[in-house]
């Protein structure tokens, strides 16, 4: 057992060796193995789990199990053991996940299924996952999940699902498409046969025909009546006229036979079964804890709990091993529930006495497992028992908070609970509360949280706890003021955040230098966060802080894409996306928007348009997302520069009234920006020229003037820019700057100068591999390149620019021709801009291997092309290809 995984929930639960075989049953499941799901269903005590063990153990495919309890009702706690249970048999799967599953809280259940059915396909052999005890989950998102996990699971994965009740899953559905195999009460239920075997070789009884079929009359072939009934019997003399004494319900013959079972253990035994009952799991250790430390006086000091343990299961008193081993242990589930009801009845007459009876009990358990590193059953068993003191101590953790560690809706739960009077008596749970939520993306409650907390403190000495608990109150509003882009605010509150918290307080500290970089960024001061992301992040992997880790990772991503270290940046946004998985996350949103700016500035359209709209398909997964806008902003452009103003057009006019009704205030400006380019393209130079003026924006007003031809006017809206960008170290925006000067210098005939300032922008763009921002520029910067090709300098990358640009015109030529368009269109498979663009290259003359280096392709794909095109157009060589492509009017 670890701190956070028990493992005894994933082990699969050894067969007796003295067991009434099934094989009728056996051979049931064998047959319907093709199914997606087995549906094990029926009361406690008919043998649910032990006949699915039974199968199992003839079963040649691999196994995970997972054995569900109530604190599984957590979707984060549920989704860590379903990952972990899958990893018995592939221990891959998954992995990227856990930690995310910890620090993105608020993510909804169905969407980390989703991502994990992606790597359960990767699974190459068959398997079976078991879900025992399934009736403890009553948690909607999880049933969901599961629903969600049948519709879509893989054929090589089965699905056991053992339930005292019918689980919410979409069994009509199921059974219609024969996709279940259900084994229910009736099917459970001893036979005569069954009974007989078991009584006689069992349970070591010799009873007649007569007295197997009333008492298999009696319990209804109920096998744990049955166990209990033969229990009881060892110690009667007159085996016939006890059969004969009871009669009734389960219920009645439940409570009367567990009476006659412990009746007939030793007064140890008794008090052993009773005040263990309180455990979910037991091991000696902490049987001994909770019986010989002071709570009550020692049943039998020569006995250990390990050594009652095992007499109990050689006894077959319904104790379940956990491990092969035999140092865990749990009673079934039936009986313990009889067990606690018999405790509290038991303990006194006195209602205080009984309470505080059995808190002492939960008290010395929640000691033990504290002291042996089990924090969320530390917790349980302190929240039970209602020490506030102790619950609160140990959520606040030694090294981290136990809601970090991924049991954050135990924690908000229980905080749920408490009343006001309660909370105040602790100022630490308030802030804990309001922490708790915004783990989990409840943002609206939070500042009352903060506000009661900080009430809480009036008065209260400032003590280093007190001083830590006033910073971490001003790390929260830090995070909050984040999602509105509160620069301000984030600094104010980070600050004292850092000057408050406690040293030792990693977590918080790391999480507030993460915010004071992402302050900066909003300020332009790129350097200091930088700084500050990579403080944050060494500071996270440290402390194992997953979602940190990510965030400050495209942090620093974003900060090296703006010095136009595109190459880095690559890497750094692909890093992202490799520790985020499949998870749809906002930050993978943004490392797939990042990925798509530096693909088209590497002019691999294609490539942009995939990640651009990835980036606005997991955007719109989060409402009013500022994201999802800036998303479209940039597929609008691309729409733009194919020639689709219509489109392009359209989308501005959705961003620009979506950014006004949600009050995105800094993406008015860049969408006006887009807005201008568009207009421009279309000739409309005084609607562009209005725009500049009304939203501000320099670069597009000197590009307004260049496209009247006023290079002075241009060239005195530059100068000042450029001076102001130096002075603040802005490369991304040196880089625009700098390309319209070389422009509009040239244009205005001052070509030597234009050429120095030029020579210094093709030395920086080359090290990113740029090549967008100069096709963008059109025909006045292909003048220019062409004239600088002709110094000599740079000759690789000037060629590669120039190859660009004039495929650039080739598709233009290609897109603004109609009845190219329409011939191309006519075919039952029309041809593709990218397959018309080699079409006419091949038209030319150029090899494959020209081909490829004119438009930067693979040799492999220019091939590919051909192919296609040979395809469509019906023909086996070039020369039949031009011949019918000029038939079709497509040359």
């Known amino acids: 057992m670890s701190n956070s995984i028990l493992s005894t929930k994933l082990y699969i639960p050894e067969p007796r060796s003295n067991v009434v075989l099934r094989p009728r049953l056996i051979e049931h499941l064998n047959d319907w193995m093709h ?54 048999i592939a221990a891959n799967i998954g992995e990227g996940l856990l930690g995310l599953i910890h620090s993105a809280q608020s993510l909804p259940v169905e969407l980390i299924i989703t991502a994990l ?57 199921l059974r219609v498409r024969d996709q279940l195999t ?50 009881s019997m060892q110690g009667h003399k007159d085996p016939n006229s006890f059969i004969k004494s009871f009669t009734g319900s389960h219920h009645y013959v439940l409570d009367y036979l567990v009476d006659e079972v412990i009746q007939q253990q030793s007064e140890c035994i008794q008090t052993f079964l009773l005040r263990t009952s309180i455990l979910d799991r037991l091991c000696g250790p902490l049987c001994d804890a909770i019986l010989h430390n002071g709570v009550v006086e020692p049943i039998v000091p020569s006995t250990s709990g390990q050594e009652i343990l095992e007499y109990l299961e050689r006894a077959n008193l319904f104790i379940i091993p956990l491990d092969k081993e035999r140092g865990w242990y749990r009673y079934h589930h ?85 009343s006001h009077e309660e909370l105040n008596a602790w100022p630490s749970l308030w802030v804990i509360f309001a922490s708790a939520l915004l783990m989990v993306g409840k943002l609206i409650g939070v500042e009352q949280k903060l506000q009661a907390a900080e009430t809480a403190l009036l008065g209260v000495k400032q003590e280093e706890k007190t001083k830590d608990l006033i910073g971490h109150i001003a790390a929260i509003r830090a995070t909050l003021a984040v999602s509105n882009n509160q620069a301000e605010v984030i600094f104010a509150e980070s600050r004292r955040a850092l000057e408050y918290l406690n040293p030792d307080n990693l977590p918080v500290r790391t999480a507030t230098l993460w915010t004071m970089g992402y302050a900066y960024q909003l300020q332009g001061d790129r350097t200091k966060a930088g ?58 949103c943004e490392a797939h928007q990042g990925l798509a700016h530096i693909y088209y500035e590497w002019n691999d359209l294609d490539a942009a348009l995939l990640h651009g709209e990835q980036s606005v398909q997991l955007a719109k997964r989060f409402e009013h997302m500022d994201r999802a806008v800036e998303g479209e902003l940039f597929l609008a452009r ?28 800094l993406l008015v400006p860049k969408i006006a920006a887009i807005h201008v380019l568009l207009l421009l393209r279309q000739g409309k130079l005084t609607e562009a020229a209005d725009r500049t003026q009304k939203y501000d924006l320099p670069i597009s007003e000197a590009r307004v003037y260049l496209a009247q031809g006023e290079t002075s006017a241009a060239l005195a809206v530059l100068d000042p820019m450029k001076e102001q960008i130096e002075a603040k170290g802005w490369e991304d925006e040196r880089l625009k700057v700098f390309i319209l000067q070389a422009v509009a210098l040239h244009a205005h005939g001052e070509k030597l100068k234009a050429m120095q300032i030029l020579a210094d922008v093709l030395t920086k763009a080359e090290s990113g591999g740029f090549i967008r921002v100069f096709i963008d520029e059109g ?95 019906q023909v086996q060589r070039r020369t039949e290809a031009i011949a019918r492509a000029r038939k079709l009017g497509l040359l």
């Open 117 to 173: 059915l992606n790597e359960i396909t990767s699974i190459s052999y068959h398997f079976i996952l078991v879900l025992d005890d399934y009736h403890a989950i009553d948690a909607l998102p999880i049933d969901n999940a599961i629903s969600l996990l049948l519709e879509h699971m893989p054929p090589q994965m089965h699905l056991v699902i053992v339930t005292r009740e019918v689980p919410r899953l979409p069994l009509a559905r």
């Open 35 to 88: 199914r997606k799901l087995t549906l094990v269903v029926a009361s406690a005590g008919y043998g649910k789990t032990s006949l699915v063990r039974e199968w199992l153990a003839v079963c040649s495919q691999p196994v995970a199990w997972l054995s569900l309890e109530e604190a599984d009702n957590d979707p984060v706690r549920f989704l860590r053991y379903f990952i972990t249970a899958l990893q018995t």
């Open 638 to 665: 691309l729409k733009m520069i194919r020639g689709e103003t219509s489109g392009a057009s359209a989308i501005l006019a959705q961003a620009d009234h979506l950014a006004r009704k949600h009050n995105f205030v």
């Open 182 to 231: 259900e084994v229910r009460t009736a099917d459970l239920s001893f036979t005569f046969n069954e009974t007989a075997e078991f009584l006689s070789r069992v349970m070591g009884l010799n009873l007649s025909s007569e007295n197997i079929t009333l008492l298999e009359s009696r319990t209804e072939g109920w096998i744990a009546g049955l166990q209990l009934a033969a229990l």
């Open 334 to 418: 039936l009986f313990a529930e009889l067990l606690r009801n018999r405790l509290y009845q038991s303990m006194s007459s006195n209602i205080n006495d009984k309470v505080r009876g059995v808190t002492n009990l939960h008290i010395r358990a929640s000691i033990w497992h504290e002291d042996n590193g089990l924090g969320i059953e530390a917790f349980h068993h302190a929240a039970v028992a209602k020490d506030i003191g102790r619950a609160a101590r140990i959520i606040e953790g030694k090294e981290m908070p136990l809601h970090f560690r991924g049991e954050v809706f135990p924690v908000v739960n229980w905080l749920d609970s408490l």
């Open 779 to 873: 025909n006045a910067m292909n003048r220019l390149l062409c004239e600088a090709a002709t110094y000599g300098d740079m000759p690789d990358y000037l060629s590669k620019l120039l190859a660009e640009m004039r495929a650039e015109e080739l598709k233009s030529e290609v897109q603004s021709n109609p009845r190219l368009v329409q011939s191309a269109n006519h075919l039952i498979d029309p041809l593709s801009q990218r397959e018309l663009e080699v079409l006419h290259l091949i038209a030319q003359g150029l090899s494959n291997r020209e081909i490829s280096e004119r438009l930067f392709l693979a040799l492999s794909t220019v091939k590919g092309h051909n192919q296609s095109i040979f395809g469509k157009l």
């Open 531 to 588: 700084k500050s992301y990579t403080e944050a992040l060494s500071a996270s992997q440290k402390i194992g802080h997953v979602m940190i880790t990510i965030m400050a990772t495209l942090g620093l991503g974003n900060i090296q894409e703006a010095e136009n270290q595109l190459y880095t940046a690559f890497e750094t946004y692909w890093r992202v996306l490799n520790m985020t998985g499949d998870l749809p996350l906002l930050v993978a």
